[in-house]
């Protein structure tokens, strides 16, 4: 079984240099201390912050600074741009009317990254 994901959750992008952390808004039901989340949390820069700096040669920031560094990869600010919702999550157990994230999910970013779920942020919340 997996565990249900709240707010405060650390996340890690693969083309991410440091982890960025889940921010879930108090309208989801809190089974936990904190807010709950459930697959439709996939905002950038509301639910998904920055990792750091980006190397995904995909994003156009990145592929031109290397451009302009004659080749040589340069990382250049992570802006998540996830459209997509979080996948599979657990259809079983709906939070919101939207299925509830579990900590086995990923999120797809446009620039390539898939970014995972290090850290649930809690540990007494189990789900399928």
Known sequence: MG???CMGAMLKCSFGVAPGTLMVLPANAVLTAVPDANIMDN?????????GMCQ????PMVAAA???ALGVL????CI???VAPWVPGSPTVL????PALNNSSKLMC???GVIAINAPGQTTVSIP
């Open 56 to 59: 995904s040669m995909a994003n």
């Open 95 to 98: 939070i919101g009317n939207m």
């Open 66 to 68: 290397t451009a302009a």
């Open 110 to 112: 446009m620039w390539g």
């Open 74 to 77: 340069t990382p250049m600010p």
């Open 80 to 82: 998540p741009a996830t």
């Open 43 to 51: 905002k950038p820069m509301v639910n998904i912050l920055p990792f």
């Open 3 to 5: 565990q249900q994901t």
